[in-house]
């Protein structure tokens, strides 16, 4: 009796060990731990086998965050007058390029965008059509317009009205394994920044400009809706935080793609951006891997794609994968507005 429980017991130690993650997975999920200490995490991140999402099977680093920035302000998004300076609002891209949402702006909309529809103050106060406050949040997950939002309104959802209540369960894969088809979705993103903060796909523009609609991102390229809370349509310097590379004169790295491969900024320490870079703005380099570099952001794409296989954005609360896209969308009407 004795001897067969022994025996057991040396068949699950095996099993288990035969099983268990790489010293360098383990490496690297202690590594990102520390660099996630960054963002505001709830409860312990943890070390779990997980199935990419071409069934790979591999090692993943399961972390919840509050969908906040730990390491800099949000906001503002919308000027409350054409009067307003730069200060008083956001960024918008426009044509290829990050243009400041300020009054002036607000006022020459009809003209910049050739569309006389456009008009989104009051003519005679100069006073934006703003929804902010509560309103500006449910307007911002109001992706059908149920609550009938008229045309040209500026959307400002801010972190006061959705609290440090929204938060993000990722998966990262600790031991990328590349796509063997050509097609990546990025629709639930394609990072996370160290400080919390998802790396979002593109903003659909022609959507929320259809509409007449503005959902402008702050000074550090990113927005707020109440399902996804604050997220990134752009990288910006000096917003979050960076870890230098290993290797000198490269960029520093901002967060991990969501097929675990790192991410960088766009340009090297002096200046340029890589000339070898792949479809996905990834590529190889000795020292550092196979890694990303983020677009510029008026492109408004921080990557276009994901080389790598992909695990989970979202669990479900019994620790399943939720692979549908999420709702909730900035930029409020039109229908099928941002993400
Ligand atoms: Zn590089
Ligand atoms: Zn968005």
């Not at 288990?16 to 990102?32: F, H, K, V």
């Not at 894969?173 to 990072?191: A, C, K, N, Y």
């Not at 503005?214 to 809706?225: A, K, R, S, V, W």
């Amino acid at each position: 009796m004795k001897r067969a429980l022994l025996s057991l017991a040396t068949t699950a130690v095996f099993a288990s060990s035969a099983l268990a993650q790489s010293q360098a997975e383990q490496d690297r999920y202690d590594a990102l731990v520390t660099h996630y200490q960054s963002a505001t995490i709830v409860g312990e991140p943890s070390l779990s086998p997980c199935t990419l999402s071409e069934n790979a099977a591999g090692y993943c680093l399961n972390i919840t965050v509050v969908a906040a920035p730990a390491d800099h302000i949000t906001g503002p998004y919308c000027p409350l007058n054409i009067s307003d300076t730069a200060e008083a609002g956001g960024k918008w891209f426009v044509d290829g390029k990050v243009i400041d949402v300020d009054g002036e702006f607000i006022a020459n909309l009809s003209e910049i965008y050739q569309d006389d529809i456009w008009q989104m103050f009051d003519p005679e106060t100069g006073d934006v059509f703003v929804r902010n406050n509560e309103i500006g949040c449910i307007v911002a997950g109001d992706p059908t317009n149920a609550t009938g939002q008229p045309n040209n309104i500026c959307v400002d959802c801010s972190l006061g009205f959705i609290g440090e209540t929204v938060t993000n369960t990722y998966q990262i894969p600790l031991s990328p394994v590349p796509r063997e088809t050509s097609e990546s979705d990025i629709r639930q993103g394609v990072g996370l920044a160290f400080n919390g903060v998802k790396v979002e796909g593109p903003a659909p523009l022609e959507l929320i400009l259809g509409g007449h609609t503005l959902g402008p991102f702050d000074d550090c390229g990113g927005h707020i809706n109440p399902s996804e809370g604050y997220h990134y349509h752009g990288i910006m310097d000096g917003c979050g935080a960076r870890v230098a590379a290993a290797i000198d004169g490269h960029a520093a790295q901002l967060g991990v793609a969501l097929d675990g491969f790192d991410l960088y900024e766009q340009l090297d320490q002096d200046g340029t951006e890589p000339a070898d870079l792949d479809a996905c703005r990834g590529h190889s380099v000795a020292g550092l891997g196979y890694h990303y570099h983020v677009s510029d952001t008026a492109t408004n794409q921080i990557l276009p794609c994901l080389t790598g296989q992909t695990a989970c954005t979202q669990l479900n609360e019994d620790g399943s994968c939720d692979t549908s896209p999420r709702g909730g969308r900035p930029g409020g009407p039109p229908p099928g507005a941002d993400q």
